[in-house]
């Protein structure tokens, strides 16, 4: 079982079950999102996620139609995101995640539209936008 939380400890999680799929997306919308270069995300079955202190303190921005990132309202963290396509999945923003995991990341993703001053090392397969398989 993983254990994690936002910066100011306000909204608590446990993930019950694997991370697939983590990847690096470099897309404009994450970058903003998390303030950085680049989003580590992962794929967490949506029975597998329980929010087990705050759930009170999150609130979502739908950054595109049909999909809700969510962060804590005190201090801003993000913790998650949300198709209405795919309500069996969320994708957890790994680095709010504070136990050590088994799983990696994968790929780099949307590497067509990462920030110019951004150098990407590693031999991790790279792609323009979405990895093959999406
Ligand atoms: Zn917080
Ligand atoms: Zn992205």
Redesign the pocket.
Known sequence: MYTG???????RFEITGPIRNIVYCHCSQCRKAQGSAFATNGIVQTADFHIIA?EG?LTGYESTPGQTKYF??????PILSKRDSVPEQVRIRLGTIESDIAERPVAHIFVGSKACWEEIGGDLPQYESYEPGR
């Open positions: 939380g936002c910066l100011c400890g306000a909204v705050g303190q804590c309202k005190v201090c801003g963290s």
